[in-house]
Every structure is written in structure tokens, then in C-alpha cells.
């Protein structure tokens, strides 16, 4: 029995290590989310510039988190709970590196906006990225802790961001219809309204992986059923 506890030990300490560096990961594909945004509200190029060209950190980090949770797997062959943290955390990095291109999208998407006078004032976008922003944040902090409840609220939340999404779209339509001019920047708003809804879907899936890791069920087809 002896060798067994400082064994596992070992994993818990490298099981901490990996969480931590899925928050910062987070933390980076939160920050790209913001820039974008900021650059499309506050008609930035340069900023849009800036999360366009700066993937690589985010990018490394995908590649560590992926080689790290193969060592656990490797070297410790959890059970249960364990191996359900383990595979999440693979996927969870995929959900964030994700985000990280979804960033990139919104900002081409706005760099073309900002070629245009502005269609409209910006407000139920920079709500949908908040909305985002407050879910993806919440579930990582979901996963850190095992919280269900947490990754139960990130879940009701999606509904949310999808009425914001509709709601973006039909004033844009209205603009598009009245003044043919507004036609491709309305298109380009449309497009980062939905990139941003994607944002929130992947925030459910880190949610969904949550409950999955603590509970066992696997809710993304029913999470009614919770």
C-alpha cells in the first residue's frame, strides 16, 4: 500500500496543474472575446488586428492541455470520476481554442463593418458577448470546482443569448429592407451576433462536461431531464 498514496498524490498534484492552466487558457480566449468586441464597438482596426494575429499563445496551450491529459491517461489510468476530469479537460481545451477562432471571425467580421458609417448603435451585440463572456467564465469555474448548480445556471442561460441573437437579426433585417446601403455591414453584424452565439454554445458544452464528470449522466441531448 505504500506506493499508492504518493502515487496518488502525484495524480492530484498534476490533475491541480491541469485545471490551472485550463483557467488561463480560459482566461485567454475570454481576453481575444472582449478585444474583439471592444475593437467592433469602439471602431478599433488595430485592436481587430491584434486578435486576428495573436492565436499562437492561445494555440500552444490547446497543445499542452492535449499532452498533458494524454500523460495522465497514460500514466495513472484513472477510474471514474478521474477519467471523465481527464477527457473533459481534452475537450474542454478543444471548446476554448474554438472560442479562440470564433474571436477571430468577429473580428474580420468587424474589420469589414468598420470599412462602413455604422449601421446602427451597438447595443444588444456587446449584451450577447457579455451574456457569452459571463457563461464561459462561470462554466470553467463550473468544472474547477465540480459545481452542478453553476454549470446548471450556464445551461438556462443559452436560451438567453438565442433570443438576443433573433432579436439582432430581426432589427437588422429592418435596416437592410429600408436603405440598400446598409445591406453588407447589417450582414456583417448578423454574422457576429452569430459567432458570438457560438461563443455561449461552447460555454454549454464545458457545462454539459461538468455535470458529466460529477454526476456520470450525460445531458446534451436532454438537459431538461437535470
Known amino acids: 500500500m505504500e506506493p499508492v498514496e504518493p502515487l496518488a498524490r502525484h495524480f492530484e498534484d498534476e490533475l491541480h496543474r491541469l485545471k490551472d492552466r485550463l483557467l488561463v487558457m480560459g482566461g485567454l480566449a475570454e481576453e481575444r472575446v472582449r478585444m474583439a468586441i471592444r475593437a467592433l464597438v469602439d471602431r478599433e482596426p488595430a485592436v481587430a488586428q491584434q486578435v486576428i494575429h495573436g492565436d499562437a499563445p492561445l494555440n500552444a496551450l490547446h497543445i499542452e492541455i492535449d499532452n498533458r491529459c494524454f500523460t495522465l491517461l497514460a500514466l495513472y489510468q484513472p477510474m471514474a470520476s478521474d477519467l471523465r476530469t481527464v477527457v473533459a479537460a481534452a475537450k474542454i481545451a478543444t471548446d476554448l481554442e474554438r472560442v479562440g477562432d470564433l474571436a477571430v471571425n468577429i473580428s474580420e467580421a468587424g474589420e469589414r463593418y468598420l470599412l462602413h458609417p455604422p449601421v446602427k448603435p451597438l447595443i444588444d451585440i456587446p449584451r450577447m458577448a457579455a451574456l457569452a463572456d459571463g457563461m464561459l467564465r ?73 455535470i458529466f464528470i460529477v454526476s456520470g449522466r450525460d445531458v446534451r441531448h436532454h438537459t431538461e431531464d437535470i
Open 138 to 210: 462561470d462554466a470553467l469555474d463550473a468544472f474547477v470546482r465540480g459545481d452542478t448548480a453553476l454549470a446548471q445556471s450556464v445551461l438556462e442561460r443559452d436560451d438567453e443569448l438565442d433570443g438576443l441573437k433573433t432579436q439582432v437579426f430581426r432589427e437588422l433585417l429592418t435596416y437592410m429592407l429600408q436603405d440598400v446601403k446598409t445591406i453588407e455591414p447589417a450582414l456583417d453584424l448578423i454574422l457576429i451576433s452569430r459567432h458570438t452565439e457560438r461563443i455561449g454554445d461552447h460555454a454549454t458544452n464545458i457545462a454539459e462536461d461538468v
